[in-house]
């Protein structure tokens, strides 16, 4: 009997997230209908830059729209180039950046509208890399108190993550030490095809 859990919908998501999604007793389910929060993965992504930790944000339009699957993402400026730029530089010299780079350089190469789309966008595209099929759905409605394991909350862009998590190369290491439960982006340029298998021995508390 598969565990029905609920998880919100990130941009690029934590090494955290990735680690519930690829599990196969996990049937997944994505919320589209809460209100959407600020300052979370929703819209953000946290890589390894040169000067350490550095969040990747999308910007959104504020049109007084609320609800996740409404949000629209915002091109007033063009923050696709500087994202790209950011994760070129951050991790062009890793060992499996040039294996993954043409695919990862098209999540920035379309405009979509919607943040739920891209999100799904970028999502699949990892899935691909990740040479992983992976089923989910979306939710009809919200639900305050589901049935589901809610995982809504458990996930913050300002806290450090509960999860333990071995530490693996990074690029910069040398300088700031390890940064654990970036985008899910710095473990695949970082150790690539092993990636699955250390996000499956990992342990949510």
Same mark, same amino acid.
Request: hydrophobic share 35%.
């Given at each position: 009997?598969?565990?029905?859990?609920?998880?919100?919908?990130?941009?690029?998501?934590?090494?955290?997230?990735?680690?519930?999604?690829?599990?196969?007793?996990?049937?997944?389910?994505?919320?589209?209908?809460?209100?959407?929060?600020?300052?979370?993965?929703?819209?953000?992504?946290?890589?390894?830059?040169?000067?350490?930790?550095?969040?990747?944000?999308?910007?959104?339009?504020?049109?007084?729209?609320?609800?996740?699957?409404?949000?629209?993402?915002?091109?007033?400026?063009?923050?696709?180039?500087?994202?790209?730029?950011?994760?070129?530089?951050?991790?062009?010299?890793?060992?499996?950046?040039?294996?993954?780079? %043409?695919? *990862?350089?098209? &999540?920035?190469?379309?405009?979509? @509208?919607? #943040?739920?789309?891209?999100? !799904?966008?970028?999502?699949?595209?990892?899935?691909?890399?990740?040479?992983?099929?992976?089923?989910?759905?979306?939710?009809?409605?919200?639900?305050?108190?589901?049935?589901?394991?809610?995982?809504?909350?458990?996930?913050?862009?300002?806290?450090?993550?509960?999860?333990?998590?071995?530490?693996?190369?990074?690029?910069?290491?040398?300088?700031?030490?390890?940064?654990?439960?970036?985008?899910?982006? %710095?473990? *695949?340029?970082? &150790?690539?095809?092993?990636?699955? @298998?250390? #996000?499956?021995?990992?342990? !949510?508390?």
């Amino acid at each position: 009997m598969k565990n029905k859990i609920l998880l919100p919908l990130f941009y690029l998501p934590p090494i955290s997230w990735f680690s519930l999604f690829v599990r196969e007793d996990n049937g997944i389910l994505l919320e589209q209908f809460e209100n959407f929060p600020k300052q979370t993965y929703r819209n953000r992504a946290a890589i390894y830059g040169a000067n350490g930790k550095l969040a990747l944000i999308v910007p959104i339009k504020h049109n007084g729209k609320r609800v996740m699957k409404d949000i629209e993402i915002s091109y007033a400026e063009d923050w696709q180039k500087l994202h790209w730029k950011s994760i070129k530089t951050a991790y062009q010299s890793t060992p499996y950046f040039e294996f993954y780079e %043409d695919r *990862l350089k098209s &999540i920035f190469d379309q405009k979509i @509208t919607s #943040l739920l789309d891209f999100n !799904l966008n970028a999502l699949k595209v990892v899935l691909k890399i990740l040479k992983k099929e992976r089923h989910f759905g979306l939710t009809d409605e919200y639900i305050k108190s589901p049935e589901t394991k809610d995982f809504r909350e458990k996930f913050s862009a300002k806290s450090e993550s509960e999860m333990d998590m071995p530490e693996y190369y990074q690029s910069f290491s040398d300088k700031y030490g390890f940064i654990k439960d970036l985008s899910i982006l %710095d473990l *695949l340029c970082n &150790i690539g095809p092993e990636s699955v @298998t250390y #996000l499956k021995n990992l342990q !949510l508390k």
